[in-house]
């Protein structure tokens, strides 16, 4: 069941082109995104099809690349997917599809075993892959990597096999502008090539692994690039999106202020490092009875909520009653982020504070990963794939990326082979109406702007009053925005900021209840009545 709202959006293409003007470039499936999801899902791809890999930094800049924690997959014999499966759906809190996480987690032990056929090396004990626990978990079940960068490992040993294919191109630091639609159907991607401009990549089938939005926050954990981009250009192209106002915020974020932030694992939790406030109190047990372990959600409003009472900035991560060695071994790359700012994680308190850290809605997608705009298929953050519910399980991400990248390119890789070829461009709509303003615009001051607001407004907790608040700023900066084309990505960022944020505003209006990592101050009780999700459709503006 879901409850379906209508949305309206103001322009279908961010850039006017024109077929005749512009480079056209053909290929079986075009791959949009090369962290986890997009990388799994290149090499699935049917050696007889020609693919392309684009994506907007360098190859390996990615989310996926920057997961520290790890991999959670069943491999101990004292575990069982059963467990594995519970854990997802009860942290999920009443909106996961019980058949899709069974799917994932019984499919993950496999795809760990494969990853390392593949190149990827993770840490052993005992001649074993090492296990650690995070929140959520009943069971030490997350598997890791160089200590704390697993997923700089995974995507080494993907990369590394993706470019060894001579039937896959990469477009590195090419901006996708919007997918390509005819007849109800994707045909491909306007995109923006550092050397030929604006280029039509018309494919047969096209996978959309973009990653997320944490860029649409002040504080987060995200790398510059996830600006959204993905759901505004699925979404302007027909596609559905699903629970958008779930955005996961993670607890602990390296906080210096005027710094870049840095993620501080859950891990370091499991390995049972304490939360402290300014005041050296171990607070977590008066919030919840799992104290550190409990769900991210739990810690994130409990940070927040002892901010407010201590009237300080930040709460501090204790690691000093650990073994040293361990913590070093465990967590080199934290470590390394720490000593820049002069702190030793073995002996002194770490100040962090909560960052938006993953989104958990985006396209509605099938076990396939087919979404619903026929030729688009899904994989990783970009979507709400059923596996997270409202709140995602702890190392879940990269599960999933690898889960669903597979089953994407390889059902991209069988309608593509079900389909002649045909070297025809498609004719296509394009607006034809220059843009009404010229004057200068400042890019930054607006999206710093965008950020605050969201932060402050569309954060941990969410109150109606607050999205009233945020709903209205946004809307006239998105009539301002709207009236401009940009020639640049920073002004599509904004572009996909301004909508995604007014779509994420919009759901969680919606959702008059607290549930899962949507936690209304107004309505701080679950109500059975909505344990359903919310879908998003689009219709244009006359």
């Known amino acids: 069941m879901s409850k379906a709202l209508r949305f309206p959006v103001k322009r279908r293409y961010l850039v006017r082109f024109h077929p005749k003007h512009t480079p056209h470039v053909f290929t079986d499936v075009l ?48 575990d069982d997917v059963a467990r594995h499966a519970a854990d997802t759906i009860a942290v999920g809190k009443g909106l996961c599809d019980r058949e899709i996480v069974e799917m994932v987690v019984r499919e993950g032990p496999d795809c760990v075993r494969e990853l390392v056929k593949l190149g990827a090396h993770f840490d052993t004990e005992n001649g074993r892959i090492a296990m650690t626990r995070e929140a959520g978990h009943s069971h030490r079940r997350v598997a890791h990597a160089l200590g704390d960068a697993t997923g700089k490992e995974i995507m080494r040993a993907l990369l590394t096999r993706v470019r060894q294919q001579p039937h896959i191109q990469v477009w590195e630091h090419t901006f996708t502008i919007d997918l390509l639609t005819h007849e109800g159907a994707c045909r491909g991607a306007l995109v923006w090539h550092p050397r030929y401009g604006k280029v039509l990549v018309w494919a047969k089938q096209t996978i959309l692994a973009s990653g997320g939005a944490g860029r649409l926050y002040r504080e987060t954990t995200n790398p510059e690039i996830a600006t959204a981009d993905g759901y505004a250009m699925a979404f302007r192209a027909g596609a559905q999106l699903r629970d958008m106002e779930f955005m996961q915020f993670h607890p602990t974020v390296l906080y210096i202020a005027g710094s870049a932030r840095s993620l501080i694992s859950e891990a370091v939790r499991g390995e049972g490092a304490y939360l402290r406030d300014c005041t050296g109190y171990r607070f977590m047990f008066d919030y919840d009875p799992a104290g550190e372990l409990a769900p991210r959600d739990v810690v994130s409003r409990a940070i927040t909520r002892q901010m407010e009472k201590t009237r300080h900035p930040c709460v501090y991560l204790d690691l000093s009653h650990l073994d040293p060695a361990l913590v070093k071994e465990r967590f080199p790359n934290i470590r390394k982020a720490c000593v820049e700012f002069g702190l030793d994680i073995t002996t002194d308190l770490i100040p962090v504070r909560p960052g938006a850290h993953y989104m958990i809605g985006g396209l509605t997608v099938d076990a396939d990963g087919r979404s619903t705009l026929p030729g688009l298929w899904a994989a990783g953050e970009v979507t709400s794939s059923g596996l997270h519910g409202a709140n995602r399980l702890a190392s879940n991400s990269l599960l999933e990326g690898v889960v669903f990248g597979i089953h994407a390119g390889r059902g991209a890789s069988r309608a593509a082979l079900d389909q002649p070829d045909d070297f025809t461009a498609t004719p296509i709509a394009f607006d034809k109406e220059p843009p009404t303003r010229e004057d200068e615009f400042n890019l930054i001051d607006m999206r710093n702007s965008l950020n605050s607001m969201m932060w402050r407004y569309v954060g941990i907790e969410r109150n109606a009053e607050d999205l009233h608040a945020a709903a209205r700023p946004v809307e006239f900066w998105d009539r301002y925005v709207s009236t401009r084309e940009f020639a640049e990505p920073a002004g599509w960022e904004l572009h996909n900021q301004m909508l995604v944020a007014r779509l994420m505003i919009a759901a969680a209006d919606a959702r008059t209840e607290s549930r899962g990592v949507h936690y209304r101050s107004d309505f701080p009780d679950t109500d059975p009545e909505q344990a359903q999700h919310i879908t998003i459709d689009s219709e244009f503006e006359e």
């Open 31 to 78: 791959i949009i995104g090369s962290g986890v999801a997009g990388a799994r899902a290149a090499l699935e791809i049917d050696r007889r099809l020609q693919a392309i890999v684009v994506t907007k930094s360098d190859l390996d800049r990615s989310n996926s690349s920057q997961a520290q924690g790890g991999i959670a997959v069943v491999l101990d014999p004292l």
